[in-house]
């Protein structure tokens, strides 16, 4: 798996999904789950490898899912220093 730091120069940001699920003993209570990884915004593609995941193996129907993201850098943001200085 890449590094973060070039997750982020490839576009992914910061993601957190809160997941509301319902618990399967007492379906009326909902539970809280907070989900975070890097991820490319909009599509999301892993949060949702995560969702079909959970759909598939965790017994808790979702409720709702927020998410939230953050591009924490970009390529644009990096540039190249033109001059060096050496500081005695």
Do not use: C
């Amino acid at each position: 798996m890449p590094s973060s730091l070039l997750r982020q120069l490839q576009g992914y940001g910061l993601t957190t999904a809160r997941i509301l699920y319902r618990l399967p003993d007492h379906p009326a209570l909902l539970q809280t789950y907070v989900w975070q990884d890097y991820d490319l915004a909009p599509e999301f593609p892993e949060l949702n490898r995560f969702l079909d995941f959970w759909k598939r193996e965790i017994e808790g129907p979702l409720h709702s899912v927020k998410v939230a993201h953050h591009g924490v850098i970009s390529a644009a943001e990096m540039r190249i220093a033109s001059s060096e200085y050496a500081l005695n």
